[in-house]
């Protein structure tokens, strides 16, 4: 597999400090944990929804990578009703030329994730909502953490699905990506990394978990494990060093397959957790999830704590 593509800018990882100074935390009522978790519903009204802004999430706008550099819009980033549940959703348009394109991103933006359980309810898509297929679009959720310089030691990143259901990096078809990243150089760009390719369709709803502990990262997907990442094929240690940020994006690898008119994308996220230094199963992330919504908590942020 070849593999490029534009480093991750400084717009993507900065820690916004105005934001964070606004940053609030729920009381979490009876039945959800009480501490060192993040968990929230994506019950917002809109990207300007101020507690979406108040509970540490920005959008990206502006320059750099990845995919076609300087076309993260804003306006791709709503918040509707998907399959019966209030949802973050990412937008990417292309017409096949880099100014009719637009990509999406969202981030927490303050570098505070490290050790223990993430999880997302993801909903990848096979096919646009509007225009031709076929586009090199990459449907994403990972943590990761500035590159200070090429080759960075202590440099992290977990892509827990880089989806690309047309293909793309030498692969055809529907394709996931799980990669756990040692370190790179950004032009001409090579990396250090261990990476699982998943070669089929994952269109629809998928909860995804990655467990962060005892120096092994493991990623499961509807409760079965699809990676245990500890080094690369080298003997480089792929465990994270840092803490990171956590993001979700959409955007495209290039526009060599484009045809026809625009091509509009949609990904969903359902809902986002958490758990600070815990080792915790598919089940138990259920389970919470579940006792928070029971609660009526769409938002809790204690990880401070």
């Given at each position: 597999m070849t593999r490029s593509r534009t480093k991750r800018t400084t717009a993507a990882l900065v820690v916004l400090a105005a934001l964070a100074a606004g940053t609030t935390a729920t009381t979490a009522r009876a039945g959800t944990t009480a501490c060192g978790a993040l968990f929230d519903d994506f019950n917002y009204s809109s990207r300007t929804d101020p507690n979406f802004t108040g509970h540490d999430w920005s959008v990206r706008t502006g320059a750099g990578g990845p995919g076609i550099p300087d076309t993260w819009t804003a306006a791709n980033v709503s918040f509707p009703t998907v399959d019966g549940q209030?949802?973050?959703?990412?937008?990417?348009?292309?017409?096949?030329?880099?100014?009719?394109?637009?990509?999406?991103?969202?981030?927490?933006?303050r570098l505070?994730?490290?050790?223990?359980?993430?999880?997302?309810?993801?909903?990848?898509?096979?096919?646009?909502?509007?225009?031709n297929d076929g586009d090199h679009v990459n449907q994403t959720f990972y943590t990761i953490s500035p590159l200070d310089y090429d080759w960075e030691p202590t440099y992290s990143e977990l892509d827990i699905s880089e989806y690309l259901p047309n293909g793309g990096w030498g692969e055809t078809g529907p394709v996931n990506f799980i990669t756990s990243w040692n370190t790179y150089q950004a032009d001409p760009f090579d990396g250090w990394r261990k990476t699982t390719v998943r070669n089929w369709s994952h269109a629809g709803w998928h909860t995804l978990v990655t467990v962060v502990a005892g120096g092994h990262v493991k990623y499961?997907?509807?409760?079965?494990l699809a990676a245990d990442h500890t080094t690369d094929d080298a003997g480089r240690n792929v465990y994270p060093r840092r803490p990171m940020t956590l993001n979700y994006n959409q955007w495209f690898i290039d526009l060599d397959a484009h045809t026809g008119g625009t091509s509009s994308y949609v990904q969903?996220?359902?809902w986002v957790y958490?758990?600070?230094?815990?080792?915790?199963?598919?089940a138990q992330i259920t389970t919470r999830v579940n006792n928070f919504r029971s609660a009526g908590t769409t938002h809790q942020d204690t990880i401070s704590c």
């Amino acid at each position: 597999m070849t593999r490029s593509r534009t480093k991750r800018t400084t717009a993507a990882l900065v820690v916004l400090a105005a934001l964070a100074a606004g940053t609030t935390a729920t009381t979490a009522r009876a039945g959800t944990t009480a501490c060192g978790a993040l968990f929230d519903d994506f019950n917002y009204s809109s990207r300007t929804d101020p507690n979406f802004t108040g509970h540490d999430w920005s959008v990206r706008t502006g320059a750099g990578g990845p995919g076609i550099p300087d076309t993260w819009t804003a306006a791709n980033v709503s918040f509707p009703t998907v399959d019966g549940q209030k949802s973050l959703q990412l937008k990417a348009t292309t017409n096949g030329t880099t100014g009719g394109t637009t990509q999406a991103q969202v981030q927490q933006n303050r570098l505070r994730f490290f050790e223990g359980t993430y999880a997302t309810r993801f909903k990848f898509s096979d096919t646009p909502v509007s225009g031709n297929d076929g586009d090199h679009v990459n449907q994403t959720f990972y943590t990761i953490s500035p590159l200070d310089y090429d080759w960075e030691p202590t440099y992290s990143e977990l892509d827990i699905s880089e989806y690309l259901p047309n293909g793309g990096w030498g692969e055809t078809g529907p394709v996931n990506f799980i990669t756990s990243w040692n370190t790179y150089q950004a032009d001409p760009f090579d990396g250090w990394r261990k990476t699982t390719v998943r070669n089929w369709s994952h269109a629809g709803w998928h909860t995804l978990v990655t467990v962060v502990a005892g120096g092994h990262v493991k990623y499961y997907i509807d409760g079965a494990l699809a990676a245990d990442h500890t080094t690369d094929d080298a003997g480089r240690n792929v465990y994270p060093r840092r803490p990171m940020t956590l993001n979700y994006n959409q955007w495209f690898i290039d526009l060599d397959a484009h045809t026809g008119g625009t091509s509009s994308y949609v990904q969903s996220a359902d809902w986002v957790y958490y758990a600070k230094n815990e080792t915790l199963t598919p089940a138990q992330i259920t389970t919470r999830v579940n006792n928070f919504r029971s609660a009526g908590t769409t938002h809790q942020d204690t990880i401070s704590c």
